[in-house]
């Protein structure tokens, strides 16, 4: 299940929790179409809670609207993660350093505001 948080035209921010299907997939990725259609640089926040694992026939289609990002890495700005999983956590330190030039933090949920602070920047901080 997901959620599209308000947030700045250049931010992605997303709550997801429980199974992530091939409609939440769909949703968050034609968001972030959205925001670099619109914007040069995109920065993401991502809250998960008790995620169970992703639909594997998802993956065939969602990995053909991902793959052509490797591309355009370069527009990715700040990207935090709320987890209250560790795993997330630690897969987002992962995919941290596979991407160096893309600004990564993680967060624990009580320290959401900070992350969609850190995210949006000082200009604008949404409250959701």
Known sequence: MHRI???????????????????????????????????????????????EGMELSAMPEHMRRAFPLFGKLNRFGRVAVVADQAWVRAGTRLESAMLPNISYRTYMPDEREEALGWVCGPAMTPAN
């Open 5 to 51: 948080i308000d947030s700045p035209k250049d931010v992605v921010a997303v709550k997801i929790s429980g199974k992530i299907t091939l409609d939440d997939l769909k949703a968050i990725m034609d968001r972030l179409d959205e925001a670099m259609a619109g914007s040069e640089k995109v920065h993401v926040f991502a809250e998960t809670e008790s995620i």
